[in-house]
């Protein structure tokens, strides 16, 4: 079960490598449990200044939680309830990640498979990838949470949509609606998206952890900055970035942030 979920790292950047490709990397309980425990992991890491989820090869970015395990797991009131509180609290645990992510969607990205790359801040997809959450073609009423996170991403009449018919989209549909940010063909996706990796994690982790935080109050509802927030910010004008992006800017050279 280890192989199932690991951490790959280049430089700055890690992979969160999703390998069952066998079952469409569906995920079951078990491997729930293995993405908390990766990403607190991987939280705490403080050479990663981003993080990538991605299967571990182009048959699927996740097909979802695997159904063939509901009867014994998640059956009823009770078992339904442990199973979801541990599902939520991995995906949770992803969205709210301090340093910046992206969902590398190559073919399918389904039911929970989705919820993972809706917990991202930035998805990549190949013109061939299917997306949607097919809650309604099994009985499942889909949780608050991430009926809120596809919400905020797509607005209320595409969420019912999607949700009410359990339709598979495309990525380009995805982007026209917001859910999806770059599609590219499946030779060149892999080359854009670590591009475009390598373009944040040359910008200051300082700012883009502050930056993440501050855009997730707004996004929670704040609007007016917490105490916590604002020590954030003041806190940024002593930190070794600042220090480095000004005498970069004096001496007009790029900054090497560390």
């Known amino acids: 079960m ?26 079951t309980l078990q491997m729930f449990r293995k993405l908390f425990q990766l990403v607190n992991e991987l939280k705490e890491d403080k050479t990663i200044k981003l993080l990538i ?13 695997d159904i063939s395990e509901f009867l014994e797991v998640r059956f009823a009131p009770k078992k339904a309830k442990q199973y979801n509180d541990v599902a939520l609290e991995a995906i949770e645990a992803l969205y709210r990640f301090p340093k910046p992510t992206i969902a ?36 499942i009423v889909y949780n608050l949470t991430s009926t809120k996170r596809l919400f905020n991403l ?7 949509e999607l949700l009410y018919t359990a339709s598979l989209i495309t990525a380009e549909e995805g982007n026209k609606i917001g ?3 770059f ?19 040359a910008k200051s ?27 954030l910010i003041l806190d940024s004008f002593q930190s070794e ?4 992006g000004i005498q970069a800017f004096l001496e007009k050279r790029k900054p090497n942030f560390p």
Do not use: M
């Open 2 to 27: 280890s192989q199932q979920l690991y951490v790959q790292k280049s430089g700055a950047i890690a992979s969160l490598i999703i390998n069952r490709p066998e079952k469409k990397n569906s995920f």
């Open 53 to 65: 989820v991605r299967g571990v090869d182009g048959t699927a970015f996740s097909a979802g939680a």
């Open 104 to 139: 590398l969607i190559q073919t399918l990205a389904i039911g929970g498979g989705l919820e993972l790359a809706n917990a991202c801040d930035f998805r990549f997809a190949t013109p061939e990838s299917k997306l949607g959450i097919t809650a309604a073609n099994i009985g």
């Open 154 to 160: 797509i607005g209320p009449a595409k969420t019912k």
């Open 179 to 181: 859910l999806i940010d």
């Open 183 to 201: 599609v590219y063909p499946p030779e060149t996706i892999e080359e854009k998206c670590v591009e475009f990796a390598k373009r944040i994690t």
């Open 205 to 231: 982790s300082v700012a883009n952890a502050g930056i993440k935080q501050v855009i997730q109050a707004i996004i929670d509802g704040e609007n007016e900055e917490s105490a916590a927030i604002s020590e």
């Open 241 to 244: 970035d600042y220090k480095e």
